[in-house]
């Protein structure tokens, strides 16, 4: 059963090409848009300039990730809507 409905608005081009979505891929990831959220913030530069304002007082030695990249992870997470984890303090 086909459902071809026109989208109720026009989608921008990117680089002078077409942008077009469908709807009939089955079981695909829905986080496209986060493709779209990373280009955006890649231009803003909102999680460099966060992590400007935090310090680490972290072991350099001991960092796998920094605290630009965890905020950019966190950004996206919830902005796709992934719940936040509960943090248990004891």
Not at 47 to 76: G, N, Q, W
């Amino acid at each position: 059963m086909s459902n071809d409905n026109a989208l109720p608005f026009d989608l921008p081009s990117i680089c002078r090409k077409k942008l077009s979505v469908g709807f009939d891929g089955g079981q695909l990831s829905s986080d496209a848009g986060v493709l779209l959220l990373r280009n955006v913030e890649r231009r803003l530069g909102i999680a460099r300039r966060l992590s400007m304002c935090l310090k680490d007082k972290r072991d350099p030695d001991l960092i796998l990730h920094t605290v630009e990249e965890m905020l950019r992870l966190r950004i996206f997470a919830i902005a796709s809507g992934y719940e936040t984890p509960t943090i248990a303090i004891h």
